[in-house]
């Protein structure tokens, strides 16, 4: 395949053009982890952005098909094939006998560029202090990020990533290609304004709630770009400085960002091996935030009579309830309790759902389940934020769902996570005995709780800088100061099985030597 080094060579050879291939090469090299496409596709793709660019100027005559295909050391007819698409597109034109040559009116429309900041003259003295302009500082919020490389890693111990392996490509795919058929482009393509897909909505409420022991109506569903949207939108309708929202701690720390943006009043609430504890600091919040059926990060599960103890208080102190369902599909022992909405005779539970978790993190889609009111709301919220999710992503997972691809997928990672959840937790018992309990039903992670004198964070940052071990510290799951710093979080989402036992050894090997 032709590299930079080859054209630059080559382009002393003496011919007219060679702008073009000179600056097909000066172009940014595309991303290990990006499609490359066919070559004919880079081809139009590198001039299209030679010609926007103003590198290549109106009627610029491009080299011979021959030529350039020389040049570049691909086949002839995928340069031409690749100038006769550009030109039907209307960035070339072809002249008899002559050749192609790039179309000025593609550029009409399309500002020039403007003058330099030293040509306008700004007092620089007078620049914008952007923290005094700005009203929220979010960036500064704890950031609870994992490395966009972590693939590359022979033992990550990461949570909320997928398994390439275990994604099911052909059914996507399949799904896909019906998005893309006439009649189901002019279905979604048009303004929804603040509607969703009835059929996506259909089969949420006859596939995906059912599973949680739930049944709503279609005006008590919304569907949200991913849970965090869910949250977002949560916390702007129920919250204002003068209320309190309680956070489970440990717990989800972009919930608790989340909701410090629209209060000051975060209240800390205690989490034991039932779960949420109900207490007198519960009965002061106004609405509270729970992941009952696989608490965050702790992953035990909250049984049935601590949940019929929660709804009884939350209804004595009228106290909202926000629950979010994490990872509820993935249980490996027993029969899996029914979401805490399922128990909610009054309304008083706002349920949060995601087909992320499941799918594929970069999906993003969820849902909320409330009180028709409460969903009214959120929807004419969602409609001045970005009207609805997009429609081609919603017609593509609701055939994803009504082919039973959905469950068919569950049943397949659930016997791949048993599998890993089982092997891991025999090992940590095996290497770091005593400092993990097995999830109550399954999920994608264990919770351990390293030696006293352990600084998780710093052992953390250490093994990723070499390039081997990734895992979580959970200093940054807990509410407040003086954060514990020797717990942390392993995911085996994203790890083979087979990689399993020399990463807990690694790992191992790691605690006993800090």
């Known amino acids: 395949m032709y590299t930079a080094a080859t054209v630059h ?69 995928t340069v031409m094939a690749a100038y006769q698409h550009l030109a039907d597109e209307g960035f070339l034109t072809a002249r008899a006998r002559s050749g192609y040559y790039v179309n000025g009116a593609i550029l009409r429309g399309r500002a020039s560029p403007g003058g330099t900041v030293s040509d306008a003259k700004i007092d620089r003295a007078a620049a914008i202090d952007w923290r005094k302009q700005l009203a929220i500082h979010p960036r500064h919020l704890r950031d609870h990020r994992k490395p966009a490389n972590w693939h590359e890693f022979p033992y990550p111990f990461i949570c909320g990533q997928y398994d390439r392996e275990l994604f099911p490509i ?50 008590e569903i919304l569907v949200t770009i991913g849970a965090q949207q869910g949250i977002y939108l949560t916390a702007q309708l129920l919250l204002d400085q003068g209320r309190t929202v309680g956070v489970e701690t440990p717990g989800y720390v972009d919930a608790e960002n989340t909701f410090s943006i629209f209060t000051r009043r975060v209240a800390a609430l205690t989490v034991d091996r039932h779960g949420l504890v109900p207490d007198a600091a519960f009965a002061a919040c106004d609405c509270v935030y729970t992941t009952p059926s696989h608490q965050y990060p702790t992953t035990v599960t909250m049984p049935q009579a601590r ?43 706002i349920y949060i759902g995601s087909l992320s978790k499941t799918l594929a993190p970069g999906i993003r889609l969820g849902y909320l389940v409330g009180a028709r009111e409460f969903i009214a709301q959120a929807r004419a919220l969602r409609r001045l934020m970005l009207r609805h999710p997009p429609s081609n992503n919603q017609f593509i997972i609701a055939k994803f769902l ?56 710093r052992l953390a940052a250490t093994a990723a800088a070499e390039g081997k071990l990734l895992f979580e510290p959970g200093e940054i799951f807990f509410h407040g100061p003086n954060r514990p710093k020797n717990f942390f979080r392993l995911g085996f989402s994203s790890i083979p099985e087979q990689r399993i036992p020399d990463g807990v050894a690694e790992l191992a090997r790691r605690i006993r030597a800090s």
């Open 9 to 77: 060579h080559r382009a002393g050879e003496n011919h007219p053009n060679r702008v073009v291939t000179e600056y097909l090469f000066q172009l940014p090299p595309r991303r290990p982890d990006q499609p490359r496409g066919t070559l004919q596709a880079r081809i139009r793709e590198m001039l299209v952005t030679a010609i926007l660019d103003r590198r290549l100027p109106p009627d610029a005559h491009l080299p011979s098909s021959r030529k350039l295909a020389r040049q570049l050391a691909v086949a002839r007819n």
């Open 170 to 219: 052909a059914d996507w795919r399949e799904c896909c290609r019906e998005a893309a058929s006439v009649r189901a482009i002019h279905g979604w393509a048009r303004d929804h304004i603040d509607r969703d897909s009835p059929e996506l909505v259909e089969q949420i409420r006859a596939k995906i709630l059912p599973r949680r022991g739930l049944w709503a109506q279609p005006e």
């Open 307 to 349: 949940r019929m103890e929660l709804l009884q208080q939350a209804h004595a102190h009228d106290v909202i309830l926000v629950e979010d369902d994490y990872e509820s599909e993935f249980n490996y022992v027993g029969e899996p309790s029914p979401a805490l909405k399922s128990l909610d005779q009054a309304g008083r539970v």
């Open 402 to 457: 009504e082919r039973g691809y959905h469950d068919a997928m569950i049943a397949r990672l659930s016997h791949a996570l048993h599998a890993r959840w089982k092997l891991l937790g025999d090992l940590l018992e095996t290497h770091l005995p005593g400092r993990s309990a097995r999830p109550t039903f399954g999920g994608s992670s264990f919770w351990v709780k390293g030696p006293a004198q352990l600084d998780a964070g």
